[in-house]
């Protein structure tokens, strides 16, 4: 069995199971290095394999575990602007080496999550500013198809009330506000799609995953929003960013909670299609009564 080890973003090499027992007993290993073999959806610290926790347990005390078993993930060896950045750039460009070994407890990463909503909150502004132009220039793009839908949406569009600016701005506000509840809602409904796929994950595990995914998406997403007045720039680049977000969305989420990203896609697929046949369904039963209620 070849077992692969690496220390932060650096490959160690390739050894045998014997070779890494031998090492953690003298030091060359570290219980918080992380070691893959074939078959394995994720790296993780050799710490956590069966196999290897009589030797790591020499090599580091019971009390010092704790500490050292989130040391992969900046966030959680301290909590400033740097570690932030350097989580979420970890997140992106190394998943498996920044996110395998951590905590993830929800209360350690609200604060996380307010980074983001800081850094995103001017974007949101602005675009709420430009709410008005962005639905007129919506509707001319929908009328420019000629079709009855089309041009219907854009009715809709128009019509609309216009609030006032305070209240947009407002809404923009509160939502920020509230913004790691509004995501921790998202991951137990997550957690409920990956339960269903028979997926052990825990539901806090799958509320952080989801407060690290958001943070990537949003982050990314968010100066787009300064291209809203151009409404068909902006529709052009969304569509662009999206399969690469959820990749790197579901990338990152896998690793905290241990599975393999095409399972947290499969999950969200699952979620929607029983929500949509839930609407349906409901969309259904209340057109059967309107026809009761008109024979009557």
Avoid at 207 to 213: E, K, N, R, Y
Avoid at 281 to 288: I, K, R, T, Y
Wanted: net charge neutral; glycine share 8%.
């Amino acid at each position: 069995m070849q077992i692969h080890v690496a220390r932060q973003s650096s490959q160690l090499g390739v050894f045998s199971a014997e070779e890494v027992a031998q090492g953690l007993a003298s030091g060359r290993f570290l219980p918080t290095d992380l070691a893959w073999r074939t078959g394995m959806p994720t790296w993780i610290a050799l710490a956590e394999w069966p196999e290897f926790q009589v030797a790591s347990s020499q090599t580091v005390g019971a009390a010092d575990f704790q500490q050292s078993h989130s040391i992969t993930v900046p966030w959680e060896l301290g909590r400033s602007l740097q570690s932030y950045w350097a989580t979420i750039k970890g997140a992106i460009v190394s998943p498996v080496q920044t996110l395998a070994s951590g905590k993830y407890s929800f209360g350690d990463y609200i604060l996380f999550s307010y980074i983001t909503v800081l850094l995103t909150l001017p974007f949101t502004i602005f675009a709420q500013v430009q709410s008005v132009d962005f639905n007129a220039q919506a509707a001319d793009f929908f009328r420019s198809f000629n079709l009855d839908e089309f041009n219907t949406a854009a009715d809709n569009l128009l019509a609309q009330p216009v609030l006032p600016l305070w209240a947009r701005v407002s809404s923009g506000l509160f939502y920020a506000a509230i913004y790691p509840f509004a995501i921790a809602v998202w991951g137990f409904i997550q957690w409920i799609g990956l339960r269903l796929l028979r997926q052990s994950v825990t539901i806090e595990r799958s509320i952080v995953a989801t407060m690290i995914g958001a943070s990537i998406s949003n982050l990314i997403i968010a100066p787009l929003m300064l291209l809203s007045g151009e409404f068909v720039v902006y529709l052009i680049l969304v569509f662009a960013t999206m399969i690469p977000l959820i990749v790197l969305s579901c990338r990152a989420a896998g690793t905290v909670m241990r599975i393999k990203p095409w399972v947290i896609f499969g999950a969200w697929m699952l979620l929607g299609a029983i929500s949509c046949g839930c609407c349906c369904c409901f969309a259904f039963v209340l057109g059967m009564l309107g026809k009761l209620a008109g024979v009557q």
